[in-house]
């Protein structure tokens, strides 16, 4: 079965820093798709960013940016210039090509710090 | 912009009680899902829905659970006979399309079985 684990419960930044949150996966497919969800204290989980395993580039979205390494299976967010509106719960999520469901890893609490 | 709406927030039920969540995901979304996240744990997949049936389910999503799509808006989640370890956050998802589409989340349903 496939795992994410994210090793960070938590993290804390400097407004206008960049921090990089951390996910690691196990899979022995070759198709599949990944993605980072922020869930604020409001509770709704966005999607921040995904990544499609077939392709090489690394995917960016504003200050947003992930480092996947495939061969390691790795699946780290970049945040850049940090602001307050960041702080939230990060989920890395993996979704299995043919399947329907994403998992999940545990989060990362992260901290914006004015 | 179109949200995943979950009612309600919070439900407080007594052990034994049948409960049903509701939600009225995206309207011209096809893929409905539920995950539950126990508190302090990961959010887990339960069972994803498309052309008004089940498409794919977990382990966790047994007999005392079931869903349904009464009118081709709401897409509720009843639990028969709650357990206390059925005390969690309910999140419902829809997605427009197959894997490469993001799944969108709801605020979730908090449920407390005393």
């Known amino acids: 079965a496939q795992t994410v684990t994210q090793s960070q419960p938590e993290m804390s930044v400097q407004e206008a820093e960049t921090v990089t949150l951390s996910c690691t996966y196990d899979t022995s497919e070759s198709d599949y798709y990944l993605f980072w969800y922020k869930q604020p204290p409001s509770r709704q989980m966005i999607l921040v960013i995904r990544q499609e395993a077939y392709k090489q580039q690394n995917a960016t979205e504003n200050r947003f940016s992930v480092n996947f390494q495939k061969a390691a299976k790795s699946f780290s967010l970049k945040i850049s210039d940090s602001q307050l509106g960041d702080a939230a719960m990060y989920f890395c999520?993996?979704?299995?090509?043919?399947?329907?469901?994403?998992?999940f890893g545990k989060g990362t609490k992260l901290t914006v710090n004015p | 912009e179109p949200e995943v709406t979950q009612t309600p927030s919070h439900q407080v039920t007594q052990m034994g009680q049948e409960v049903i969540l509701r939600c009225v995901p995206i309207s011209n979304h096809l893929y409905f899902y539920w995950y539950r996240q126990i508190l302090g744990q990961k959010v887990e997949f339960l069972v994803s829905f498309y052309n008004n049936e089940i498409s794919e389910k977990s382990e966790i999503f047994d007999d005392q659970f079931s869903v349904e799509r009464p009118d081709g808006s709401n897409f509720t989640l009843k639990i028969r006979s709650t357990k206390l370890e059925d005390s969690a956050m309910y999140f419902c998802?829809?997605?427009?399309?197959?894997?490469?589409?993001?799944?969108?989340f709801g605020d979730g349903t908090r449920l407390s079985i005393l």
């Open positions: 998802a829809s997605q427009a399309g197959y894997s490469n589409q993001p799944q969108h």
């Open positions: 999520a993996y979704n299995q090509g043919g399947s329907e469901k994403l998992v």
